[in-house]
C-alpha cells in the first residue's frame, strides 16, 4: 500500500476522537505535530477522568465506603494495564509522577557512590543524564555529527565501577531506536543492569520488558495518549524488595508500632509495589492512563507501528525535499526510527525556536524548537538549536505538507 494511503486510512479513523484536533490556531485549522512533547487525548481518556470525577471520586486503598472501593477498582486496573503493556507483572509496576521521577527513584535505591559509573548516551535527555551526575560519575558515549550515538564505543566504555548502562529507547532528538539487544548483551556479559527510558517509545511500539531482557524501564502516560502526572518504573519484584525506602508516609506502610513507646521503634513497609507509593497517587491521572494503554491496544501496537514507519517515511523525505533544511539522521531507515524528525532551517536572521514559534502564528502547526531538554547533544553536534515535528496515529499527510509548505515559505 502507498504510504500517503496507509497514513491517511487509520489517521482519518481515528482524529475525530481527539477534540482537541477540532480547534483552531490563529484562524488556521490545528496541526498538531509535537506528540514527543506530550500527545493530546482521546476522548476515551477525558471520559474517564470525569467519570472519576462525577461518578466516584474517592481515595484509593483507604475508603471504606463504595465509591472507595469503585476508585480502587478503577486504579487498580491501570496498574494492571500498565503492566501488560509492557510485559511485567502488576507488583513490577511502581505508579511514580514520570519517566524523571522514575530514574530518580532508580538512581536513589541504586545507592550510587562518587566512585560508580553510569554509563548513557551523550544524546540523552536530561532526565537519562542529570541524574547520574548527582554524586556518580556520568560516562556519557559518544554521538555522532548528527547526534547518533555511537554504539559501537559502548564496550569500550564498560569498567569495574559501571553499575549501569542506562539508554533511552527511542531519542527525543532524532527518534532513532537504540539497538537494546545489542546493549543489553554487552551489559549482561559483565553482569551490569540496564535501564530502558521508554518515554518515546510505548505510544509507538511494542515493549516488552521480558524480550528485551531490560533490568528497569520508565515511562510516561502523558506522551502515550494519557494525562500527565503519571508515569511507571518497572523492576523485577526481588530487585524492587531490596530496593531502600523512597518517600514515605501514608498508603505505603502496612505496620506502624511507633505508637506502643515514646521512641521510634519498629515500622513494617507494605509489599512492593505499594511501599514506593506513599501518599495519595494522582488517581484520575492513573485511571486516564489505564484508559490511554486501553486505547492504543484497542487500535494493536503492530498497527499503530506500521502506520509510524510510513509516516517517518513520508516525513522525512518531504523535509528533505526543501532546500536550506537539514534532518538530522535523516538516513536511518524507518524501521530504525520513528515518526519524528528533527532539523535546521536556514531561515534568514531566524533562530530554530523562531521558525518553531512562526509556524503555530502563521501555519497552525506546533512543533518544538530549541533544545529539547538535550543540550549536550546540541553542543556537540554544534548547532544552536533545532525544530522538531513529531507526529502521531492521527496526523494525516495534509498535516506534513502543511510542515512542509510553512518550512519552505520561512526559507525563501
Ligand atoms: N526521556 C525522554 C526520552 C523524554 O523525551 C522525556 C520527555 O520529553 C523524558 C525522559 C522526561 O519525561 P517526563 O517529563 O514525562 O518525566
Redesign the pocket.
Known amino acids: 500500500m502507498d504510504d500517503r494511503v496507509r497514513i491517511d486510512a487509520l489517521a482519518r479513523r481515528v482524529r475525530g476522537e481527539f477534540p482537541l484536533l477540532g480547534r483552531t490556531l490563529e484562524g488556521h485549522p490545528l496541526v498538531y505535530l509535537d506528540s514527543?512533547?506530550t500527545t493530546p487525548k482521546p476522548r476515551a481518556v477525558i471520559d474517564a477522568v470525569t467519570d472519576y470525577y462525577e461518578r466516584c471520586t474517592a481515595n484509593v486503598h483507604r475508603g471504606v465506603h463504595a465509591l472507595g472501593t469503585e476508585a480502587t477498582q478503577r486504579f487498580d486496573a491501570a496498574r494492571l494495564e500498565a503492566a501488560s503493556l509492557v510485559g511485567a507483572a502488576p507488583d513490577e509496576i511502581v505508579f511514580v509522577?514520570?519517566?524523571?521521577?522514575?530514574?530518580n527513584l532508580l538512581r536513589h535505591a541504586l545507592s550510587l557512590g562518587p566512585d560508580d559509573e553510569v554509563v548513557f548516551p551523550a544524546s540523552?535527555?536530561?532526565?537519562?543524564w542529570l541524574p547520574w551526575r548527582m554524586n556518580t560519575r556520568p560516562v556519557p558515549m559518544p554521538i555522532d555529527e548528527d547526534g547518533v550515538p555511537r554504539w559501537e564505543t559502548l564496550e569500550l566504555l564498560l569498567t569495574p565501577r559501571t553499575k549501569l548502562v542506562s539508554i533511552?529507547?527511542?531519542?527525543?532528538v532524532t527518534g532513532c531506536i537504540a539497538p537494546v539487544a545489542e546493549v543489553v548483551h554487552a551489559a549482561h556479559a559483565r553482569g551490569i543492569p540496564v535501564l530502558l527510558?521508554a518515554?518515546?517509545s510505548i505510544s509507538h511500539m511494542a515493549v516488552d520488558v521480558k524480550k528485551l531482557d531490560v533490568d528497569f524501564l520508565?515511562a510516561?502516560s502523558?506522551?502515550a495518549f494519557g494525562p500527565?502526572g503519571v508515569?511507571i518504573l518497572y523492576a523485577k519484584r526481588e530487585q524492587l524488595r531490596g530496593f531502600p525506602l523512597y518517600q514515605v508516609g501514608g498508603g505505603m506502610v502496612a505496620l506502624n508500632e511507633d505508637v506502643l513507646g515514646p521512641a521510634p521503634s519498629h515500622m513494617v513497609p507494605r509489599d512492593v509495589p505499594f511501599r514506593f507509593e506513599a501518599g495519595t497517587p494522582a488517581i484520575e491521572a492513573t485511571i486516564g492512563f489505564g484508559a490511554a494503554i486501553r486505547w492504543m491496544r484497542a487500535l494493536g501496537m503492530a498497527t499503530i507501528r506500521e502506520h509510524d514507519m510510513a509516516q517517518a517515511r513520508y516525513l522525512v523525505a518531504r523535509l528533505r525535499e526543501i532546500p536550506g533544511v537539514r534532518v538530522l539522521a535523516a538516513d536511518m531507515p524507518p524501521e530504525r526510527r520513528i515518526a519524528l524528525a528533527t532539523f535546521v532551517v536556514d531561515a534568514p536572521g531566524m533562530t530554530q525556536e523562531n521558525v518553531a514559534r512562526a509556524l503555530g502564528d502563521m501555519y497552525g502547526v506546533c512543533v518544538s524548537g530549541g533544545h529539547?531538554?538535550a543540550h549536550v547533544l546540541h553542543a556537540r553536534v554544534h548547532l544552536e538549536g533545532t525544530v522538531r515535528a513529531s507526529p502521531h496515529v492521527f496526523n494525516t499527510t495534509e498535516d506534513i505538507d502543511r510542515l512542509v509548505e510553512g518550512v519552505r515559505d520561512l526559507c525563501s
Not at 124 to 128: C, G, I, P, S, W
Not at 168 to 172: A, F, L, M, R, Y
Open positions: 514527543a512533547s509522577r514520570g519517566t524523571t521521577e522514575a530514574i540523552e535527555h536530561h532526565a537519562n533511552g529507547h527511542v531519542s527525543n527510558d518515554a518515546q520508565a510516561s502523558h506522551k500527565s508515569g529539547h531538554c
